[in-house]
């Protein structure tokens, strides 16, 4: 049936206790619940009593009721998927639900709609497409049927909220991109989509504000840090200007005064490089100056002023020759 209604209405932030219903319905508790045992790889709806085994169902795409579904035993690093089992007998059941390592890939995208009143749901998984629906086989393995003919209990998947996730980790989705490599993308849980949408409407026109808000403030920031910059700069020229002016006049000044005071240096230093007069002095001898010293000094004698000169006879004259 390809009628039927999404499901857009599966709270991301619960966990829910998942079963078929052909052992359990909505009148009482639940005493089934699909979970991974430790016996193999695959997935069983087995007695639920001391099994805390719950699942969450993270919206993905733009296509409403496709969500990735964890389970809480093996938080995100798995999700649910599918496996090929070659060695199933049977060969519309050997594609089995199973849990692998979270990639993002449509094997771990599932379509999720309503069956109508009875709350029940209806699990396709987007690689397999639309003609497989989720079942169970009876104490065995959950896989994917081809055969919907009629009403099938066993794909017929009741839910059930236990308590909330309130962890931000599982907030967190896997896409692929072309190259086939998955990476992390950030939602947020919400307890509805219409919820979810209207937060994510006022998200996005608070954000458009706030950003037109702030181009405006810088654009106006930028016009005052102009004007401030254009005025400093000015100021900063005008005393440039000055001080080179000041330094060019004291240099200036300065080659202006060194000639003079050259000249004058010249002038002074003519007399000084006249030969000075040397006055005979006589060789130093040791040997008498220490006879001087040693003997005592003669006395002066002056001469009597009472003698006169004496004019000497003429047999005591002599010729010089």
């Not at 790889?41 to 296509?63: E, M, R, S, T």
């Not at 017929?156 to 896409?175: G, P």
């Not at 401030?228 to 005008?238: D, E, F, N």
Request: proline letters at 6%; hydrophobic letters at 30%.
């Amino acid at each position: 049936m390809s009628d039927l209604k999404p499901a857009t209405k599966i709270d991301p932030n619960v966990w829910y206790q998942l079963t078929e219903a052909a052992v359990d319905d909505y009148e009482g508790d639940f005493v089934s619940s699909l979970q991974p045992v430790a016996q193999d790889d695959d997935l069983h709806v087995w007695p639920a009593k001391g099994i805390n085994a719950f699942w969450q169902f993270q919206p993905i795409g733009d296509k409403p009721g496709r969500y990735a579904i964890r389970c809480s035993k093996t938080t995100t690093q798995k999700q649910l998927s599918v496996c090929y089992r070659p060695d199933v007998k049977v060969e519309n059941r050997r594609t089995h639900a199973c849990l692998l390592d979270s990639d993002g890939t449509d094997a771990q995208h599932w379509d999720v709609a309503s069956w109508g009143a009875n709350d029940t749901y209806r699990l396709i998984n987007v690689k397999n497409g639309t003609d497989y629906y989720l079942d169970c086989v009876p104490n065995g393995p959950v896989f994917l049927s081809p055969n919907h003919e009629g009403y099938q209990s066993r794909q017929h998947w009741l839910m059930t909220s236990v308590k909330d996730v309130d962890d931000a980790a599982y907030s967190t989705v896997f896409s692929e991109d072309s190259s086939s490599t998955s990476h992390p993308m950030t939602t947020s849980a919400s307890t509805s989509e219409s919820t979810a949408s209207d937060s994510e409407t006022y998200t996005s026109g608070t954000s458009e504000a706030e950003s037109s808000s702030a181009d405006s403030s810088n654009n106006k920031g930028l016009s005052s840090g102009a004007i401030a910059g254009i005025s400093i700069g000015a100021t900063l020229a005008v005393v440039a200007l000055a001080l080179l002016a000041f330094f060019l006049w004291r240099r200036k000044k300065r080659n202006d005064q060194t000639p003079n005071t050259v000249g004058s240096l010249e002038s002074t230093d003519e007399g000084n490089n006249l030969p000075m007069p040397v006055s005979p002095v006589p060789v130093y001898n040791s040997t008498r100056a220490s006879e001087k010293l040693d003997s005592d000094p003669p006395s002066i004698q002056e001469m009597s002023h009472e003698q006169a000169p004496i004019e000497l006879s003429a047999e005591q004259r002599h010729e010089m020759g």
